[in-house]
């Protein structure tokens, strides 16, 4: 079916709709899965260049240990103090279907 705008659309079936939602969730993944970083710096969480932002609702990511590292809301990493922690990242799809990822960081 063609919309008005031009754009088109089309009805899936259950199985198709769980099919295409699988696929959606395999490109969430972010390009490292390991970070290491000097003291007193930063970098920032980049999320796999396959992920289309379009299926995104939220990204929200947390420190393990914010004695050693902070995030922000945008996945901007600040190290504190030498050590290792983990940042945790929630993705949420349109649909409501999250997946949490993990970024294991070393601070020198």
Do not use: F, R
Not at 39 to 64: A, C
Not at 69 to 87: D, E, F, H, W, Y
């Amino acid at each position: 079916m063609t919309l008005a705008s031009g754009n088109s659309y089309e009805l899936l079936t259950e199985k198709k709709a769980k099919s295409v939602e699988k696929q959606i969730l395999e490109t969430v993944k972010t390009k490292n899965t390991k970070l290491s970083l000097d003291k007193e710096t930063s970098t920032k969480i980049q999320m796999s260049s396959k992920l289309n932002p379009e299926n995104i609702k939220t990204i929200t990511y947390s420190s393990g240990d914010k004695s050693v590292l902070t995030v922000s809301k945008t996945g901007k990493i600040t190290s504190k103090k030498s050590g290792s922690a983990s940042v945790k990242i929630k993705v949420t799809l349109k649909n409501g279907k999250t997946k949490i990822l993990t970024v294991k960081v070393s601070v020198k």
